[in-house]
């Protein structure tokens, strides 16, 4: 994998990380009661629009590395019409303009239950965003990612770390929600915690089938398969079992303390990473 990759790495997990927050807060918001507040409104990453605009912001600034000149990325706005990447650059924008309008209106009324309409719109860019982040990198002459591999890759970690995030938030008082609704968000992140573990393998397998034409890149032996067993190991063992105890939070109260989330957290976000480096490091091309 290229150095310049890194920042594809960086670009792909904050960007979908942002899109998460936004997707799981746009729940709360439809299934909490009008009557109370949903989450913190005022100055600070205790904020959910506020951190997830800084990752899109921060996200956006890392996609710059990438290229050779960053002071031509408005040219890539050119190619609308045919080209995949010039529609994200177009929708990170309007993305980004969404969350600072729902950031400014829930600063101003300090009340974010009349937010839902202008909340869902900032989720429906966030998911444009979602699925033109996929178009770019399901292209048929890299047989790696041009599979149901990638789809499920950026949204499960999307999903993950915005229910994670949340799920912090709420513990620590930054975001009131029924009981019922926690509890059917630690359901949904154990159940995506499983479909990464599950697809993950299943991807392995297609990878190692695959003749790449190259001895160097060769996926069942060797620094990447290394990768591949520390990443399930880190699931397995660390954030399956904790997101499963998070289930029985009412008679393992220690499990729904800040402490248990932020070691998931740490364990969720490594074998994140470790996920999005094998994903970059597993292309190759066919043809020219």
Known sequence: MAKRDWSLVFFTILAQWSIGIILCLTLLLVFSPDSSPVYKTGPGLKNPVLLALVFIGTATLSSLLHLGKPINAPKALNNLKGSWLSREILTIGIFSISLGIVLVLAWKSAYSGNLSLPLALSAVFGLALLWMMIRIYTMPTIPPWNSWYTPV????????????????????????????????????????????????LAHQSRLVKMDTGMNNLVFDTGMFYRMFLVRIAILIIGCLPIAFL????????????????????????????????LFYSSYFRLGV
Not at 249 to 276: C, K, M, T
Request: hydrophobic share 60%; with cysteine; aromatic share 10%.
């Open 153 to 200: 890759s950026f949204i499960s970690t999307a999903l993950c770390l915005g229910l994670l995030t949340l799920l912090y938030l709420q513990s620590t008082g930054y975001v009131i929600a029924t009981e019922q609704i926690i509890r059917h968000f630690r359901i949904f992140l154990a159940a995506i915690l499983l479909l990464e573990i599950v697809s993950a």
């Open 246 to 277: 998070l289930l029985n939070a009412d008679w393992l109260p220690a499990y729904n303390h800040p402490l248990s989330l932020s070691l998931l957290f740490i364990l969720v976000i490594s074998q994140e990473l470790i996920g999005r480096l």
